[in-house]
Every structure is written in structure tokens, then in C-alpha cells.
């Protein structure tokens, strides 16, 4: 029966990470740096607001766009830590993670034909679903502009099928941001352009040189940005996402998740609303830590001589492998995990323009970190 499946479903594959983690996981005593996902617990405060939840039988369906409570929540939030001001009644909705806010952005926005223009490297999340929709992807390969997807990167490759950039800082796989002056440069360029931009600002509670700014603070009526628990409250299996948009795009984007998904679920929600005033900063401790990481893998890797950009958010280092290896992504990583048990993503994971590069992740334990560099130096050892 399978002749019988959808062919574009067909043709895509599984995330390159996950692919990744799967076939290694299984080793034992295996060294992972490869997850994005903050090895921090949930805050107590926010786990016992759940636990609540249940004892208080919040477990009903509540409002498709989510509890009133909590989309009040979220516009507070994004206003003291942003400046972005939205409407709580209709310009937030609460989704199962930010995933299922680009998918069902994605599902509203793009028809047959038209195109969608974002950074290479990139996460794999948005190309499948940009692909089922029957739109196209057009990468911009951002490797030779220290990962920076500016303006002048974007502007060749906008046409008359252009129907969204996607700017996804800071950055998965490379941690790089964009800097206040480079946002505006691109809402500037964008004001009179019949498309749209998503932002996707999942890692916006993890940056370190500079505070982030949305570029909705320059382009609102354009923006769709999409946001989320998981990475500044590690809350990853909560499934909390939240995206914000005008009324006149939320309308159509609530009717997409509506069918969808019905609502976010309630005890999460619950959780949710906790998170965002309570622990409005809790993000602060972790990205202390994050930090230290950050300075200690970096000073590691340069002096293995390694070719690497610092990133300025989120907590991943994108690292270029030696030319003199000789050996693609893929097997670079393969080949270090049998010979060091030390994992880490190949950078084909995120496109085409992610080959000749791994992904580190060090939302990890300092003592994990130092015994996966240890192997990676020993093997880059073995290789010369």
C-alpha cells in the first residue's frame, strides 16, 4: 500500500540530529554532545505548579489559542524582556512547542509554487514542512559571512515567489545572533516587499554579548515570531511554544492549529503561566553556567587549532573539520564515536551547506564536556 502515500511525505526524510542520535545511542558509556536540549531541570516552582494543575483537574480543553491567563502571561513577558507589544485577546497563540508553530505558520502562509529563503546552515525543522506545502526552499549560504544572514546575503535571492525569510537567532546549529543595526537593515528593506518574515527566537533568553531584539520591534505587521519554553525554562517535554503575530495573520494561523492540535495542553499551560511571571528570569542561572561553558569549550577547541565562530546565543559551537582530515561530516562523527565514544552532530544535518562542519552542543555538565573535547583532541590526534 505504500505506492498509496502521499509522495512528498515520501521524500523526506527523518532530522539529520535525531538520525544521528538513534544510530549512536545505543553505545555504552558514550559521550553525547549532541541534543539541544538543557541538561538544567524543570525550575521546582514551575514543576510544582503542574503537579497543582492535576490536583486541581485542570485537565480539560481550554481556549484553541490557549488560556487567557496564560497568553496574558506571555504579552507581559515579551513586553518587559522585549519591547514587543501584542494583544493577549488576539495576537498570541499557545502551541505544542515552537515546532508546531512554524509548521502551522508555514501551513497558513506558503501555496504551491512559492518560495522561502533562510540561512544554510539551518536547523532541519522548516525545510520538510516548506517542501509538503509544496513551496521551495532557497538556502543562502551564510558560511563564508561568519554565519551572519544579512541583507546583503538575502537580497539576490528574493524573486516574485519570495513568500517568507526565515530568521531563526540565535542560531541552530551555529549560536551566531543579529546585531540590533543588521535587523533593522533587513525590516528597513522589508517595509515595502509583498512577503513575510518569521522569527524564530526559541534561544532569545540565551544570548551573551548583547541583549536580543526581535526584529517585530522594527516590522510587526510583517513578523511572525515564535518563541517558547523549552530552551529558557527547560521545559523541552512540556511542549510549550508561543507564537505572536497581528490579529490579521493569527486569525487564519489560529484556524490551521485549531485543527490541528485542538489546544496546548492544559497542565503544561498551567506550568506555563508560572514560568512566565514567576519565573520570569529564570533563564538568568543557567545562561551564568552556559557562559563558562561557552568560554571554556571555545578556548579548547582554538587550541586544537580548530577553525571556529564564537557564538554570541544559544549553546552550540559550529566547528569546521580539517580540510587535511579528508573525511565528510558524516563520517567524521561516525569515526568518533568508534574511536572515542564522544558523539556529535555531522553538520550535513543542517543542509547542504552544514558539510565540513559538526555541531557541539554544550548544553552539557562541565565534567561531560572536558571528557568529550578530550576525545575529540584524541582523535584529531590520531588523524595527523
Known amino acids: 500500500m505504500e505506492h498509496l502515500i502521499n509522495q512528498r511525505v515520501k521524500d523526506i526524510e527523518i532530522s539529520g540530529i535525531r538520525k544521528f542520535f538513534n544510530m549512536v545511542s545505543h553505545i555504552e558509556d558514550l559521550i553525547s554532545l549532541t541534543i539541544g536540549q538543557p541538561d538544567f531541570p524543570t525550575p521546582e516552582h514551575v514543576k510544582q505548579a503542574g503537579i497543582q494543575a492535576i490536583e486541581e483537574n485542570y485537565t480539560s480543553y481550554t481556549h484553541n489559542a490557549g488560556m487567557l491567563e496564560l497568553r496574558k502571561a506571555a504579552c507581559s513577558f515579551m513586553e518587559k524582556k522585549y519591547g514587543l507589544h501584542y494583544q493577549p485577546d488576539t495576537e498570541v497563540i499557545v502551541t505544542m512547542g515552537a515546532s508546531e508553530a512554524i509548521d502551522i505558520t508555514f501551513r497558513t502562509i506558503l501555496t504551491e509554487g512559492t518560495e522561502v529563503i533562510l540561512p544554510g546552515p539551518i536547523y532541519p ?84 554579548e548583547q541583549p536580543h531584539r526581535s526584529i517585530a520591534s522594527f516590522l510587526k505587521e510583517k513578523t511572525i515570531v515564535i518563541n ?45 503561566i508560572e514560568a512566565l511571571t514567576e519565573g520570569m528570569n529564570d533563564a538568568l542561572p543557567m545562561k551564568m553556567e552556559y557562559e563558562k561553558r561557552r568560554e571554556y569549550v571555545f578556548d579548547r577547541l582554538n587550541a586544537m587549532g580548530l577553525s571556529v565562530v564564537k557564538p554570541d546565543g544559544a549553546f552550540y559551537f559550529f566547528v569546521q573539520i580539517p580540510k587535511t582530515v579528508g573525511l565528510n561530516s558524516f563520517d567524521f562523527a561516525l569515526n568518533l564515536v568508534k574511536e572515542e565514544k564522544v558523539a556529535v552532530v555531522p553538520g550535513s544535518a543542517f543542509s547542504e551547506y552544514g558539510e565540513g562542519y559538526f555541531r557541539l552542543s554544550f548544553a552539557c555538565s562541565m565534567e561531560t564536556l572536558e571528557k568529550g573535547l578530550n576525545g575529540v583532541e584524541n582523535y584529531l590526534k590520531k588523524l595527523n
Open 125 to 208: 525543522g522548516y525545510e520538510p514542512i516548506i517542501r509538503m506545502m509544496g513551496a521551495a526552499p532557497v538556502h543562502v549560504d551564510v558560511t563564508e559571512n561568519n554565519f551572519r544572514f544579512t541583507l546583503e546575503m538575502i537580497k539576490p535571492h528574493i524573486t516574485e515567489k519570495t513568500r517568507c525569510i526565515v530568521l531563526p537567532y540565535p542560531s541552530n546549529p551555529t549560536g551566531v545572533s543579529l546585531s540590533e543595526e543588521e535587523l533593522r537593515e533587513i525590516a528597513d528593506f522589508c517595509k515595502d516587499q509583498d512577503f513575510f518574515i518569521l522569527a524564530d527566537e526559541i534561544y532569545s533568553e540565551l544570548t551573551y
Open 228 to 272: 517558547g519554553l523549552s530552551k529558557s525554562h527547560s521545559m523541552t517535554g512540556w511542549r510549550i511554544g508561543l507564537l505572536f503575530a497581528p490579529e490579521t495573520l493569527t486569525k487564519h494561523i489560529l484556524k490551521v492549529h485549531q485543527y490541528n492540535v485542538s489546544c496546548a495542553n492544559s497542565i503544561a499551560q498551567k506550568a506555563a
